[in-house]
C-alpha cells in the first residue's frame, strides 16, 4: 500500500524517520511531505534516503519533468495519510482549511484516511484552542492517535508525547487497509 507521511516542526520529528522505516519494513511505499519548520529537526535527505522517494517541501518548486503539483500527486497516491508528528500550529490549519504549504494543501486535497499523532508540551496539548481543533477534526472523520504521558523535552512528566512509531503504523496500517476493502 501507499503512505504519505507529514512532518512538522515538533521536536518529536526524529521519531517520524523510525515510521518511515516501518513502512519500508513491512513492504509500503512511502512519501514524505515535511513543513519548513520540520526541515529544522531532520533534513528532508533523511527521509529520502529512508523512502528512496523525493521528499516535498514547498509547494512552488516541482521538478521539471512532473506536471502535477505535488500536494495532488501526494494526495492520489496515498492510501493513507499519516501526520507524525503533528504541531499544535498544523492542527489548527487542518482545522480552518488553511493550506499554505505543501502538508496542509495536500491534507484538503486528500480523499483518503487522515492519522494525525500530536505531539507537544503538555501546556499547548491543553491548550482550548488545541482541543476544539481536535475534536472538530474528529467530528469531520480525521483519525486521532492521542499523545502518551511521559518525560517530555520541556523537563517534565505529562501528556505529549509521541506514542511508539510501530503503533502509529500499525492503526495507519489497518486503516488503509479498511479503506481499501470499502472501495
Ligand atoms: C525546539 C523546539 C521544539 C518544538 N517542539 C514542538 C512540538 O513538539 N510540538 C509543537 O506543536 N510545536 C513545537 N514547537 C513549535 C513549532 O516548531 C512552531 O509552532 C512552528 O511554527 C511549527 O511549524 P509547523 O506547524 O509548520 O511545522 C517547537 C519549537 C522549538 C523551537
Request: proline share 5%; glycine share 4%.
Amino acid at each position: 500500500m501507499n503512505f504519505v507521511v507529514g512532518v512538522t516542526g515538533s521536536i518529536a520529528a526524529y521519531k517520524a524517520c523510525e515510521l518511515v522505516r516501518e513502512f519500508v519494513k513491512a513492504g509500503h511505499d512511502v512519501r514524505v511531505v515535511m513543513t519548513k519548520s520540520a526541515c529544522e529537526f531532520v533534513t528532508p535527505l533523511t527521509f529520502r534516503t529512508l523512502s528512496k522517494n523525493p521528499v516535498a517541501v514547498t509547494l512552488f518548486n516541482q521538478e521539471e519533468d512532473n506536471w502535477m503539483p505535488a500536494h495532488i500527486e501526494l494526495a492520489n497516491f496515498a492510501d493513507a495519510f499519516v501526520i507524525a508528528p503533528c504541531t499544535a500550529n498544523v492542527l489548527a490549519k487542518l482545522a480552518n482549511g488553511i493550506g499554505d504549504d505543501a502538508l496542509t494543501a495536500t491534507f484538503l486535497a486528500c480523499t483518503s484516511p487522515v492519522l494525525v499523532a500530536p505531539s507537544m508540551n503538555v501546556h499547548m496539548w491543553e491548550n482550548k484552542s488545541t482541543q476544539a481543533n481536535v475534536a472538530l477534526l474528529e467530528q469531520r472523520g480525521v483519525n486521532f492517535v492521542d499523545p502518551e504521558s511521559g518525560d517530555l523535552a520541556c523537563g517534565v512528566n505529562a501528556k505529549g508525547k509521541l506514542p511508539e512509531p510501530a503503533k502509529i503504523a500499525a492503526v495507519a496500517i489497518e486503516l488503509a487497509q479498511k479503506h481499501k476493502e470499502s472501495k
